[in-house]
Nanobody
């Protein structure tokens, strides 16, 4: 199986920056798209940013120009650099990966446990 572990969340003032990291481990055959989702209290989970194994990226309109997603395929790790943070960015951020375990034929979606990001003065 594949496990995802996030780190880097915390409390930051408006206008500040945070960098989230998600590392995949376990019996990994291949990883295709990796992404970050977030869910604020009382709201549905939404896609923040995603990146394919080839480096193609996609962003939610609300974070374009402020957030940057990147990945290190050799380390099976994806990053989310968040700049110019706003109070409305406050949410639990979760990592997602479309991966195929070693020796398996099917692809699956895996989730991390989530990390809290709070933007407040």
């Amino acid at each position: 199986q594949v496990q995802l572990v996030e780190s880097g969340g915390g409390l930051v003032q408006p206008g500040g920056s945070l960098r989230l990291t998600c590392a995949a481990s376990g019996s990994i055959g291949s990883i295709n798209t990796m992404g970050w989702y977030r869910q604020a209290p009382g709201k549905q989970r939404e896609l923040v940013a995603a990146i394919t194994s080839g480096g193609t990226t996609d962003y939610a309109d609300s974070v374009k120009g402020r957030f940057t997603i990147s990945r290190d395929n050799a380390k099976n790790t994806v990053y989310l650099q968040m700049n110019s943070l706003r109070p409305e960015d406050t949410a639990v951020y979760s990592c997602n990966a479309n991966a195929r375990p070693l020796g398996a034929l099917r692809w699956h979606y895996y989730w991390g446990q989530g990390t809290q990001v709070t933007v407040s003065s």
